[in-house]
T-cell receptor, first 114, second 115 residues
Framework: DAMVIQNPRYQVTQFGKPVTLSCSQT?????MYWYQQKSSQAPKLLFH???????NEADTPDNFQSRRPNTSFCFLDIRSPGLGDAAMYLC?????????????FGPGTRLLVL | AQSVTQLGSHVSVSEGALVLLRCNYS??????LFWYVQYPNQGLQLLLK??????LVKGINGFEAEFKKSETSFHLTKPSAHMSDAAEYFC?????????????FGKGTKLSVKP
């Protein structure tokens, strides 16, 4: 089955220790998104890639970076995690970046910062 | 700018009762609207979406939603709730301009189903 895969499902890191979350897709979609979802809140878009073009949301902290080495993979790097970065991180893909396109979500990675 | 408002952070219904989850949108252009469901510790799954083809949209698991432009609403309904419907539901509108294709979510409504 075509899908969006996120690893690991749970990640524990220490305050200030860099961490990388990964996402892969078998849908061959052009667009990949990263959302942050804090407890009992709506998902909030951090950034997205259209192919290799990176699009950062204006209010995404510099502490968050992303890489997309190829169509299938996208990584979220948190350079110096703070306690406030503990959240569920959701990866999503869409075929195109048009407004009517469906986004397909992975199961998420829950990040805990100690 | 687009936005959505979900009325009621928690809704509780009995099994077999009508489910009604409310969503109102704000958009200066014809919107594309989505309902997603999220089960505990899972990602989001698309229930249905409105793309101007028909005002009554049927989705998966027996859910449907009606787009009402005059009321700027896109409420989600299901005639008969099942225990497996217990989850969090998010209404979303698709962004335009610099955020074209990006989803703007409401705060979510948690649905509980009582036996």
């Amino acid at each position: 089955d075509a899908m969006v895969i996120q690893n690991p499902r749970y990640q524990v890191t220490q305050f200030g220790k860099p961490v990388t979350l990964s996402c892969s897709q078998t849908l061959n979609h052009n667009v990949m998104y990263w959302y942050q979802q804090k407890s009992s809140q709506a998902p909030k878009l951090l950034f997205h890639y259209y192919d290799k073009d990176f699009n950062n949301e204006a209010d995404t902290p510099d502490n968050f970076q992303s890489r997309r080495p190829n169509t299938s993979f996208c990584f979220l790097d948190i350079r110096s995690p703070g306690l406030g970065d503990a959240a569920m991180y959701l990866c999503a893909t869409s075929r195109e970046a048009f407004t009517q396109e469906t986004q397909y979500f992975g199961p998420g990675t829950r990040l805990l910062v100690l | 700018a687009q936005s959505v408002t979900q009325l009621g952070s928690h809704v509780s219904v009995s099994e077999g009762a009508l489910v009604l989850l409310r969503c109102n949108y704000s958009s200066s252009v014809p919107p594309y609207l989505f309902w997603y469901v999220q089960y505990p510790n899972q990602g989001l799954q698309l229930l249905l979406k409105y793309t101007s083809a028909a005002t009554l949209v049927k989705g998966i698991n027996g859910f449907e939603a009606e787009f009402k432009k005059s009321e700027t609403s896109f409420h989600l309904t299901k005639p008969s709730a099942h225990m497996s419907d217990a989850a969090e539901y998010f209404c979303a509108v698709s962004g335009y301009g610099g955020s074209q294709g990006n989803l703007i979510f409401g705060k979510g409504t948690k649905l509980s189903v009582k036996p």
